[in-house]
């Protein structure tokens, strides 16, 4: 008996008897760039989620100063468009896919630098751990980027980054890159070869208009598939945090756990998420706490924004420290624990997963 059909006996115990006609039948399938079902089922419809990504951690301590090396050797300019890092999967060939449908990369731009105008259909966004002197200007509004902020480039918006600061800057890039490309969905456009429009402001048109808690222009009364509202400023999600553990001080159930609050970022015009594809939250444990472990659909990746703390990925436990990142794919369980106030961003695909109803989660002891 072949290999494969070996390998599928014992995993189905439901093979035809290996003759001569069926190595024949087999050998005409593959002439004509056909796979029978019944020698592939446990591939294909697996009893859980199986992805090709592995759970994994990087260290912020090996990124940034490679980003830095970068910042020396490689330009920025037209064609590279980005002096962009991406975190290649050690389960997925090589790519430079984060998991199977995100994209993760440290970007690093250094003094007086423009990286240039373009747009693509896949969402972006960026995210601050430390820094500041770099605006993203998107569709003409230029957007500061400081620590802590979230900011967005949903799909198909001209933007282009520059830094009027005196010193390099770093930050974590977001993207649905490998869920596009799977699904040939992508564009790509050059902008106007034109250096970045340097203008400072304190606050973006989009957050003019859209920045105030509970309150709607009544020029904006639309909903949009991604929030209109290009920055989500740490002072807001800082406050938000604390006043969610300062309620649990008082024994108010506010929180996502004992010890635990959390936040999701939403599109202030329909209450769900900000871009179509991704979702972003933020979590703060207080020093001691830990969350239960998780399994979930689809893939989620965090990043240490400040603290020190573990988490338990895959059965493994791993210590984390401000910038460290991490990957869960799909199904893999994770769960953190805090040595110190520990504070990390968030963001997943669930946004496509319950689009699709293929979401499905499980917590322990739940």
Known sequence: MNEELDHETVAHGMQPEDTPELRALYQGFKDNHLNPLW???????PMTPTSDAVPYVWKWSDLLPLAEKSGELVPVGRGGERRAIGLANPGLGGAAYVSPTLWCAIQYLCPGENAPEHRHAQNAFRFVVEGEGVWTVVDG????????????????????????????????????????????????????????????????????????????????????VSSPLAAFRWEHTDRALTEQLLLEDEGQPATAGPG???????????????????????????????????????????????????????????????????????????????????????FSDAPIMEALHFMRTKVSGA
């Open 39 to 45: 020698t592939q089922t446990g591939s294909l419809m």
């Open 260 to 346: 635990h609050a959390a936040i999701r970022y939403v599109n202030p015009t329909t209450g769900g998420d900000v871009m179509p594809t991704i979702r972003c939250e933020f979590h703060r444990l207080r020093a001691g706490a830990s969350t239960p472990a998780r399994q979930e659909v689809g893939s989620t990746v965090f990043q240490v924004f400040e603290g020190e703390g573990a988490v338990v990925l895959g059965g493994e436990r791993r210590k984390l420290s401000k910038g460290d990142l991490f990957v869960a794919p799909s199904w893999v369980s994770w769960s953190l624990e805090a040595e110190t106030q520990f504070d990390l961003f968030r």
């Open 141 to 224: 509004d230029p957007v500061r980027m400081s620590r802590g902020d979230l900011l967005l480039t949903p799909g198909w918006r001209f933007h282009g980054h520059h830094n009027v600061a005196t010193e390099p800057m770093a930050w974590i890039d977001g993207l649905d890159i490998p869920f596009s490309r799977q699904m040939d969905v992508g564009f790509f456009e050059f902008g106007a070869d034109r250096v970045t429009d340097n203008a400072t402001p304190q606050f973006s048109q989009g957050e003019r208009l859209w920045g105030h808690p509970g309150l709607r222009p009544l020029s904006g009364l639309e909903n949009t």
